[in-house]
């Protein structure tokens, strides 16, 4: 059943009850925090942790910082994407559309041992940007995931309606 045939019917859309789900409102109003903290760490004491490091570490860390706006722009989207289906400004099966525009595997973060060149608090929100996109990319496939193939039953007592009804329309 197509998911406009079972809001039609009355059915409840599993994916619809998930964008107005608590675990939505909460990743939503963590990944939003998230955006903020980071912007201010960039533009604030990160800056003036930046010019401190050494050449090789101001690289990584450039590299890093472009990467981490780059995932939280993304997951942002997404978030805010799904706060319209939440709200009614458009369907789930809109945002799966307009979703195709936001790359959630995007800017993965470099390697481990360039990763350590960085400041503790830059290290730390790499790491929690990365946790945020594994949660939103697991949501994010419950969401949009096709719904599973239909298994045609027989039903008796539509069988049995269907011969009544031959029974009756063939006496008139």
């Known amino acids: 059943m197509s998911e406009k045939r079972m809001v039609e019917a009355g059915a409840v859309s599993f994916s619809e009850r998930l964008a107005n789900s608590q675990v939505f409102a909460t990743l939503f109003r963590d990944g939003m925090a998230l955006v903020e903290e980071t912007a201010s760490y960039l533009d604030g004491s990160g800056r003036q942790e930046s010019k401190k490091l050494e050449r090789n570490a101001g690289l990584v860390y450039a590299t890093e910082s472009m990467r981490l706006t780059t995932r939280l ?6 978030l805010l994407l799904h706060r319209a289906v939440k709200e009614g400004e458009m369907t789930l099966a809109q945002a799966n559309k307009e979703k195709s525009k936001v790359r959630l595997a995007a800017c993965e ?8 060149l960085l400041p503790a608090k830059l290290q730390e929100l ?45 006496d008139g």
Do not use: C, Y
């Open 73 to 78: 722009m993304q997951l942002a989207s997404w």
């Open 109 to 116: 973060p470099g390697d481990a041992k360039s990763l350590e």
């Open 126 to 170: 790499i790491a929690r940007s990365t946790k945020l996109q594994a949660e939103v990319r697991r949501l994010d496939a419950t969401m949009h995931s096709p719904p599973p193939p239909r298994v045609a039953t027989d039903n008796p007592v539509e069988r049995q309606l269907g011969l009544l009804k031959a029974a009756f329309e063939s």
